[in-house]
């Protein structure tokens, strides 16, 4: 079987994406455009490219905030703070102290991890 491919690829209508995205989703574009379609779909996509915009340096603060919390609890504990009250830590003896870059929660504390301790249990007779 030979088939001729298509001269040109027609996008899909409005009907189709809205119902693809879904109506309730879209309620509110197509409220605010008093029911066009076609300029619901236009504010969707500059929504959609405002949110990303946020997204680079929303990460850069993220990490930003987890290294200068790793650095306060480095000073702290170097100082002889400790943990927090109520918690202890566990350290890998052979893990470097990495920048906190991913999201597990022991690398903002630059490998350790705080656990709460366990309540002393009361001896009985």
Known sequence: MHSTPPTSIEPPDDKAVIELISPDRLNPYLTA????????????????????????????LEIMLRNALDARLVAASSAGAGPPSGTTTSRSPSAARPAATSSRPESALGGAVLRPRRAERSSRS
Do not use: I, T
């Open 33 to 60: 455009c008093a029911g066009d379609s076609a300029a619901a779909l236009a504010l969707y996509r500059w929504n959609s490219d405002l949110v990303a915009a946020f997204f680079e340096p929303l990460g850069h």
